[in-house]
């Protein structure tokens, strides 16, 4: 396909009541790009990572009664998986995209990942973008920009990873719906890979690799 970006209609199916017809629509106008970015960002990110990454555009097959509010493709490097290994994410909400580097409450291992997340807090809070931002639910929409929290309270996300079960963490940017409709398809493009670039650190430290 000839990805042109992310528009109006794309953000309002999840607006559409039902899910039968909010699952057709996003099927049908979301998906189709999901899988495009998959396919062009697999690569970059096997590159930046050194890992294989393989992708995977969210299907929501439990859902039998609650439509979904959100919707991504994710990349991790298992051909048959990714919730329980350190990920990638690009992804929308009805009021924003997000581009995220996720540890979320499926990963077996995410204690080693805090530990080392906290052996590396000074650079790790040196080095993340101001204007990026935390979340410690990827089920919800609320996050925290990295410019307003203290070091502590970047210990205490990395703490609470490690010692409460369902606990998760979540960087990245986030873009409005608006920032999104006035990039080009391009500047989007370039945008998601600047992004990636600077939350692969947090991968390399999650899996203390070099």
Same mark, same amino acid.
Not at 7 to 13: G, H, Q, S
Not at 120 to 139: A, C, G, M, Q, R
Not at 144 to 173: T, W
């Given at each position: 396909?000839?990805?042109?970006?992310?528009?109006?209609?794309?953000?309002?199916?999840?607006?559409?009541?039902?899910?039968?017809?909010?699952?057709?629509?996003? =099927?049908? =106008?979301?998906?189709?790009?999901?899988?495009?970015?998959?396919?062009?960002?697999?690569?970059?990110?096997?590159?930046?990572?050194?890992?294989?990454?393989?992708?995977?555009?969210?299907?929501?097959?439990?859902?039998?009664?609650?439509?979904?509010?959100?919707?991504?493709?994710?990349?991790? +490097?298992?051909?048959?998986?990714?919730?329980?290994?350190?990920?990638?994410?690009?992804?929308?909400?009805?009021?924003?995209?997000?581009?995220?580097?996720?540890?979320?409450?499926?990963?077996?291992?995410?204690?080693? @990942?805090?530990?080392?997340?906290?052996?590396?807090?000074? =650079?790790?809070?040196?080095?993340?973008?101001? +204007?990026?931002?935390?979340?410690?639910?990827?089920?919800?929409?609320?996050?925290?920009?990295?410019?307003?929290?203290?070091?502590?309270?970047?210990?205490?996300?990395?703490?609470?990873?490690?010692?409460?079960?369902?606990?998760?963490?979540?960087?990245?940017?986030?873009?409005?719906?608006?920032?999104?409709?006035?990039? /080009? /398809?391009?500047? @989007?493009?370039?945008?998601?890979?600047?992004?990636?670039?600077?939350?692969?650190?947090?991968?390399?430290?999650?899996?203390?690799?070099?």
């Amino acid at each position: 396909m000839d990805f042109k970006g992310f528009n109006n209609e794309d953000f309002d199916v999840f607006q559409i009541d039902g899910l039968e017809a909010r699952m057709e629509a996003l =099927k049908e =106008k979301i998906r189709p790009k999901l899988e495009y970015l998959g396919h062009y960002f697999a690569p970059t990110l096997t590159t930046l990572t050194g890992d294989e990454m393989h992708v995977h555009v969210a299907k929501h097959a439990r859902r039998t009664i609650n439509p979904p509010k959100d919707t991504w493709v994710a990349f991790a +490097d298992n051909p048959r998986g990714y919730k329980m290994l350190p990920h990638f994410q690009i992804g929308l909400w009805n009021t924003h995209l997000f581009i995220w580097f996720a540890v979320i409450y499926e990963a077996p291992h995410k204690q080693e @990942f805090a530990v080392r997340f906290t052996k590396k807090l000074n =650079k790790i809070y040196k080095e993340i973008p101001k +204007d990026f931002v935390w979340s410690l639910d990827h089920t919800k929409p609320v996050s925290v920009p990295h410019g307003q929290l203290s070091k502590e309270d970047l210990k205490g996300m990395f703490d609470r990873l490690e010692n409460i079960k369902k606990a998760e963490i979540l960087c990245g940017y986030e873009m409005t719906r608006e920032d999104v409709l006035n990039l /080009s /398809s391009e500047e @989007f493009l370039q945008q998601v890979e600047s992004v990636f670039n600077k939350v692969t650190p947090l991968y390399k430290i999650a899996l203390n690799s070099k």
